[in-house]
């Protein structure tokens, strides 16, 4: 035992062991130890601990107060086994010897021995608890999840009628929110008189948790109306329900209310501030919070990059990562994610692979939250393979996770796959939710599943309590338009109660396009711009009908209302990724410095395809130029640069990944489908609706996008 220097009288003898210096009645001894036990001071509690066995040598134990404090000593001083073999050597023990054990388990997070105890102390002790035991033994439920004993707990209480008791009720509200029961917490909110701050936080935090925002309204009400004092934690929470509702008038009615308080502002509440400016859209606010901080943690740089994130600064949620590493501060998973998410944002293949491997060598791969955005990220660059090997890989998958694959599949056009997926979801005793079947049901209107889509909305969503909404209806249109079942698709519109949206109506307007549905498009058309009068789109793709019927009257008229309504068309933009590099063009550009030669390798190709049948479609373009101008213009497609340089700069073996901000065109379409047969290439160019996987001279759409 560590030696404990004492204060010496003249005969040298230590004050502490001086018979004259102890006092008649254990209070002081008492009291040293639990001032050893709030302070960690084991050395000191150690040394009376040792007074106490020197001074009671007539006494074969100690007395009971002694036992209690020392139970309580070792307790906190982590060394709870020192602490049970204590407990175990009293001849006689009260209710604060098992109440002083059990809190020590308690806070070794030992939640099985604390009910091993309370078991043994009510069945063969005959003991009855009180509240401390109580609040013990249900914070014990609550921090292993433990509902089931957790109730049972609460019966006990109220038949020995001490749910009034404080801090019973806050152990009992948490027990019940951190088991997902929120309607009991509620209920003993609620029930039992009296409230205060760490029972509304319970709830609170609860309530957001799962999601009932209604609730957390109601209860943040309640709160001010009581005039509550809140500290730190409610103001965590609260900004946190902001930031869900993004509700930027309410954070800053809480910002305001916090500034006038004496709260210390730790990087806990500080992250919760920028977290709430990020997902209320003030990103400069969240960045202005974040500069001003003194001290930063992880916590804290992750909060600020996911506001650039989610307000579409993709590039500087990416350029936060060498500021932070420049502090010293390594990334966690949660960081790893919002990267990975912002790579996925930019199209960044290259970026996101370095992540990857950052990932791996970090030690991050199996968590779940990274491994759902490195899917996310795979998918959404073109590389579904990739996307799948990581999916394949996870240990544990959640239903982000499993609506990640399926989605990444159908955005790819890859129904069959989506649906094995979805039917692997269904094997493995996954939920679906309502992200899932927004997913399957665009993978029947990819494979043409009419009969099978109408079983998943009709049948299998009310199977699962989920009530289809626009998005799910909108696929539905989809799936009858791809068909070439449009009648039954405006039918289908004009007869289901559901408020539609551009989307859906956009999405019969491509079908007429698609099918040469002339008349019942001029009718779409006319819908979508009461709708938006400015939507570009729609003027581009009814004047696009108008050309391949050759109806040029509607051509002019659609070119004229455009123009007076001042509505510009948005340049086409393609890019492509090599060597860590992004290469943008734009038609017709001559910007680049090897443009000569991308010029060259366009002509080449289109060359190589014409004996394959490739025409011109010179009727999509909407330019007063002669038709050999026309096929000119057409050649020089964004795309198609894009495409010739990636051709130019990569092995033969690589694949080619362009994205292009607007619609890929019919003509370009045709092109790029030959290219990739003559150039033996696998071909992915993702637009505005969709990746199309072009290989072999197919492409994955099936021509419908």
Avoid at 35 to 63: C, M, P, Y
Avoid at 273 to 298: E, H, P, S
Avoid at 661 to 688: E, F, Y
Wanted: net charge neutral; with cysteine.
């Amino acid at each position: 035992m560590p030696t404990v220097k004492l204060l010496r009288n003249r005969a040298g003898l230590p004050f502490l062991f001086k018979p004259k210096q102890i006092p008649a009645t254990f209070e002081d001894p008492i009291k040293l130890l639990k001032n050893s036990a709030d302070t960690n001071n084991l050395r000191l509690g150690k040394a009376i601990h040792a007074h106490l066995i020197i001074s009671n040598q007539t006494s074969e134990s100690l007395d009971i107060f002694h036992t209690n404090s020392l139970i309580n000593l070792y307790s906190k001083c982590d060394r709870i086994s020192s602490a049970h073999h204590l407990f175990d050597s009293m001849p006689h023990r009260n209710v604060v010897s098992w109440s002083t054990l059990m809190a020590g388990y308690l806070h070794k997070g030992c939640a099985f021995e604390v009910l091993g105890l309370f078991k043994t102390m009510v069945s063969e002790e005959n003991l009855s608890p009180n509240e401390y035991v109580f609040a013990t033994v249900v914070s014990s439920c609550s921090d292993s999840g433990r509902v089931g004993e957790g109730k049972q707990c609460h019966g006990y209480v109220l038949k020995a009628g001490l749910q009034c008791h404080q801090y019973v009720k806050n152990a009992l509200v948490q027990m019940y929110s951190s088991c997902s029961e929120m309607e009991g917490a509620m209920r003993v909110l609620n029930t039992v008189p009296g409230y205060d701050i760490f029972s509304c936080n319970s709830v609170l935090n609860g309530l957001l948790e799962h999601g009932h925002v209604r609730e957390a309204m109601e209860i943040l009400g309640m709160m001010v109306g009581e005039c509550m004092a809140w500290d730190g934690v409610t103001y965590v929470t609260i900004f946190g329900l902001c930031a869900q509702l993004k509700d930027l008038r309410l954070g800053l009615q809480v910002h305001g209310r916090m500034l006038k308080t004496d709260i210390k502002c730790d990087v806990f509440l500080s992250s919760a501030i920028i977290d709430m400016y990020g997902k209320c859209g003030k990103v400069w606010n969240a960045v202005k919070i974040f500069d001003g901080l003194q001290t930063r943690n992880i916590v804290s740089w992750t909060a600020v990059m996911a506001a650039y994130f989610q307000n579409g600064y993709f590039e500087e949620a990416l350029g936060v990562l060498l500021k932070m590493e420049l502090e010293d501060i390594r990334p966690n998973e949660y960081t790893f994610a919002v990267l990975l998410n912002s790579c996925a944002g930019l199209s960044a293949l290259r970026h996101g692979d370095l992540l990857h491997t950052r990932v791996e060598k970090s030690g991050f791969k199996y968590h779940i939250i990274v491994g759902n955005a490195l899917i996310n990220m795979y998918s959404k660059c073109g590389n579904i393979q990739a996307a799948y090997e990581v999916f394949v890989d996870m240990t544990y998958r959640d239903s982000v996770t499993w609506n990640a694959m399926i989605s990444g599949f159908s955005h790819h056009g890859l129904g069959k796959e989506a649906l094995n997926v979805f039917h692997d979801m269904l094997a493995a005793g996954k939920c679906p939710n309502h992200i899932t079947f927004v997913g399957v049901l665009s993978a029947c209107a990819h494979m043409g599943l009419v009969q099978e889509g109408f079983y998943y909305l009709n049948q299998l969503m009310k199977q699962f309590g989920i009530e289809p909404g626009v998005e799910h209806h909108t696929c539905v249109v989809g799936l009858l338009s791809r068909s070439g079942q449009l009648d039954e698709a405006e039918r289908y519109m004009r007869t289901t109660a559901v408020k539609w949206d551009i989307v859906a109506w956009r999405t019969l307007l491509n079908a007429c396009h698609v099918h040469r549905s002339y008349g019942l498009g001029k009718r779409v058309a006319e819908v979508l711009l009461q709708m938006d009068p400015n939507d570009m789109g729609t003027y581009i793709l009814l004047s696009n009908m108008y050309a391949k019927a050759r109806r040029w009257d509607g051509v002019v008229n659609i070119r004229k209302l455009t123009r007076d309504r001042n509505i510009k068309k948005e340049p086409g933009v393609s890019w492509i990724e090599i060597r860590n590099t992004t290469h943008i063009f734009s038609s017709d550009d001559n910007t680049h410095p090897e443009s000569s030669q991308i010029h060259e390798k366009v002509r080449e190709l289109l060359t190589k395809i014409k004996p394959l049948g490739y025409v011109p479609d010179i009727a999509a373009v909407l330019h007063d130029v002669e038709d050999e101008q026309k096929e000119d213009y057409l050649s020089y497609h964004s795309e198609k640069l894009a495409i010739a340089y990636g051709l130019m700069k990569t092995p033969s073996e690589a694949h080619i990944r362009v994205i292009k901000n607007l619609r890929i065109c019919d003509d370009c379409h045709v092109a790029v489908k030959l290219i990739s047969k003559v150039t033996n290439r696998l071909i992915i160019v993702r637009d505005t609706n969709r990746f199309h996987q072009f290989q072999d001279g197919r492409c994955s759409c099936a021509d419908y996008w």
